[in-house]
């Protein structure tokens, strides 16, 4: 008779802070704020720890898909006192963007140095495609703007059309009927960011505005 099989060892991160359970999560039960921002892929949270120190009126709320770092980033913000209105949920936002209510909830969407990957096979991995485009304007109150930017020129060719291919969402750039921008607007850097500009390597910067 064989041995029993020893219990598998607890999931790393199994506690991982979560959206609500449900079909609809209002938006604004996550965070406290006189309006609310969202960031697509936090990472390790500089963004969002820099942002909150910028706009102390904004509630923060990202979607991370990485178990760990959404943890790590979520207890470093409660300890530094900004977890009512900044919180970091374990969340593909590919799946957690059609739960979020009402729609128009939220004045900004950041997406900062997305989709690393680039062979054929990983496509269906890409943040930046149509369906993902379509909820992220359904949850941008009117005039609200998502940004998004990476050093990798092609990618930005590739998000402009495919953004552009969006009816709800409009070029809001430095020149009219353009999305380029020259700097980020928004007093707060990604880590991404901060090494590519070290680098002097070239940024490519997008920002579109919801339709009223």
Not at 75 to 86: D, I, M, N, T, V
Not at 107 to 115: E, K, N, S, T
Not at 202 to 212: A, Q, Y
Request: hydrophobic residues 40%; aromatic residues 8%.
């Amino acid at each position: 008779m064989s041995e029993p099989r020893p219990p598998r060892p607890p999931r790393p991160y199994a506690d991982a802070p979560r959206l609500p359970e449900g079909d609809h999560v209002e938006a604004k039960s996550l965070v406290a704020g006189e309006w609310l921002e969202l960031e697509i892929g936090p990472g390790r949270g500089v963004f969002v720890f820099e942002r909150a120190a910028a706009v102390p009126g904004a509630g923060l709320v990202g979607l991370e898909v990485r178990r760990k770092w959404a943890t790590i980033v979520d207890q470093r913000l409660a300890k530094a006192g900004l977890g009512p209105r900044a919180r970091i949920f374990a969340e593909d936002a590919r799946h957690a963007l059609p739960r979020l209510v009402p729609s128009g909830a939220f004045r900004r969407v950041f997406l900062h140095f997305p989709d690393p990957w680039w062979k054929k096979r990983h496509a269906k991995r890409l943040v930046v495609q149509g369906d993902v485009v379509g909820e992220i304007a359904r949850v941008l109150e009117p005039n609200g703007e998502l940004f998004v930017q990476t050093d990798v020129e092609e990618r930005a060719v590739q998000y402009e059309a495919q953004i552009r291919a969006c009816p709800l969402l409009v070029p809001f750039g430095d020149t009219e009927g353009s999305p380029l921008l020259a700097e980020n607007p928004y007093n707060a850097q990604s880590p991404r960011e901060k090494r590519a500009i070290a680098d002097g390597l070239p940024i490519h910067r997008l920002r579109f505005k919801r339709v009223g």
